[in-house]
């Protein structure tokens, strides 16, 4: 993901789905559902004729299946494959002959996929990811060599970088029985193990319109919307989806401690971190008053 690009609208996205105050009085959103379930949600700025187009499914790396860790970073990869009517590799290059651009982000409770673009050009770029949502298509040819990518991703990433090695092996030390504990990008060698099957059957569980938000921030109101996002997504039908399972952590009785040591790092540093309660627990406050410490303590 291009963090530039797309860390406004994140925040704006996040913010709204944590339906706090904020929420209202920054962003003013505008908010329906389609008729399949697609929730949307509309945040007008008219500074200028260029809108940032984002879906989110509700689907991500503690949704993996087991023993296939970081399978939905690997199909956020696919995704810009083929379609039934865009050729392989076409995706981005459509995107960008618009002068858009475009990206995706896989975390532990979601993946999302944007295009920033112009006004007049909104309508297109909706079109198809309304058609990669249903119509992927996935070839042994395609799936493969992708595979290889995202291995080296892993490579280039972790295993080369000190830190991020530490930080994988502090959740997993952390999190003793929640999916927490595992990489976003998935263990070395369950990635290996990844096959067509594999995605296309992790695809057709959990992508479907009533799994997805459409979050649009731009040029643009809900009433112009509305049309538009019924003629694309509108179009797709509901699918039952599976409930997540996001089972508990057990009481911490003992400490849990972890050292590493590489022969790469000169300079060495210290982590401590602590179990917290999620954002839908306790007061709506805790969660905002927490962002604020990290930061001092940052």
């Not at 002068?99 to 995706?104: C, E, I, M, T």
């Not at 050009?121 to 042994?140: C, K, S, Y």
């Not at 280039?156 to 927490?180: C, I």
């Not at 296309?200 to 996002?229: K, S």
């Amino acid at each position: 993901m291009n963090v530039k690009a797309g860390a406004w609208i994140m925040a704006a996205g996040l913010t709204l789905a944590s339906g706090g105050p904020a929420a209202s009085s920054i962003f003013n959103p505008e908010s329906f559902t389609l008729e399949n379930g697609m929730q949307v949600v509309v945040i007008p700025n008219h500074r200028a004729p260029v809108v940032a187009h984002w879906v989110w499914y509700r689907v991500g790396t503690a949704d993996s299946p087991a023993g296939k860790s970081g399978l939905p970073h690997f199909l956020e990869h696919l995704m810009f494959k083929a379609t039934e009517t865009i050729p392989q590799g076409e995706f981005s290059k459509i995107v960008a002959r618009n002068g858009g651009n475009d990206n995706a982000v896989t975390s532990y409770d979601f993946t999302a996929y944007y295009q920033m673009i112009a006004r007049d050009r909104l309508e297109l770029v909706m079109g198809m990811e309304a058609d990669r949502m249903v119509n992927l298509q996935l070839t042994e040819e395609a799936v493969l060599p992708e595979r290889d990518v995202v291995i080296e991703e892993r490579r280039s990433r972790v295993d080369n970088e000190p830190s991020a090695l530490l930080g994988e092996q502090l959740n997993a030390a952390q999190f003793l029985n929640h999916p927490y504990r595992l990489p976003v990008i998935g263990w070395m060698q369950e990635m290996e193990s990844y096959t067509r099957e594999d995605a296309i059957a992790f695809y057709r569980t959990w992508y479907a319109p009533n799994n997805a938000i459409l979050v649009v921030a731009g040029d643009i109101t809900a009433a112009e919307l509305a049309p538009m996002a019924e003629r694309t997504y509108g179009r797709i039908p509901s699918r039952e989806v599976p409930q997540r399972q996001r089972v508990g952590e057990p009481p911490q009785l003992a400490e849990r401690r972890i050292e590493m040591r590489d022969e790469r790092v000169r300079q060495p540093s210290f982590v401590r971190s602590y179990l917290a309660p999620n954002l839908s627990a306790g007061d709506r406050w805790q969660p905002y008053a927490l962002e604020v410490l990290a930061e001092l303590f940052g």
